[in-house]
């Protein structure tokens, strides 16, 4: 089953539940998805976003509620935090599990050795080819320096 109708089925039955947090962030999932879809037809393309482009969103979503409930914390504004946390449980569950460390050093050394990189210049051909194959499983910011340190 596709991205789209997993996140779908789960609006669906979000509605059904009657769970209005569940259901209030599986909308925010679909309205950036269709945001995405628009621009795309705005660039001229008649297709929709891929199951690849969908994670890239939700690995952004993400990314921006942990920053406003490390934010909503050191303001003190618990409340907010909470419900930031529990919109990343429902983001999350559409996720792949991530890599764990060691996964993770061993997709690097394969990605060096696949694309023969040798110094530093080549690590945009190591990064394409993670965000080809993990895109959704790894934090391309914490892999980007390990990357570095081997290839300088």
């Not at 509605?15 to 599986?26: F, G, N, V």
């Not at 792949?96 to 690097?108: F, G, M, R």
Request: proline letters at 2%.
């Amino acid at each position: 089953m596709d991205m789209r109708s997993r996140l779908n089925e789960a609006l669906k039955t979000a509605m059904k539940e009657k769970d209005a947090a569940r259901l209030s962030t599986l909308r925010l999932i679909n309205a950036a998805i269709k945001d995405r879809d628009i621009a795309l037809r705005g660039e001229g393309e008649e297709t929709e976003v891929s199951d690849d482009d969908i994670l890239a969103i939700l690995g952004k979503m993400v990314k921006q509620r942990q920053e406003s409930a490390r934010a909503y914390e050191e303001g003190g504004r618990l409340e907010l935090a909470e419900k930031e946390l529990a919109e990343i449980k429902v983001i999350e569950e559409f996720l792949p599990k991530p890599l764990s460390a060691d996964e993770t050093e061993a997709a690097i050394t394969a990605a060096i050795a696949e694309v023969d990189a040798s110094s530093i210049r080549d690590m945009g051909k190591v990064m394409a080819v993670l965000k080809g194959k993990f895109t959704g499983r790894m934090d391309f910011g914490k892999v980007g320096p390990a990357i570095k340190a081997r290839l300088s």
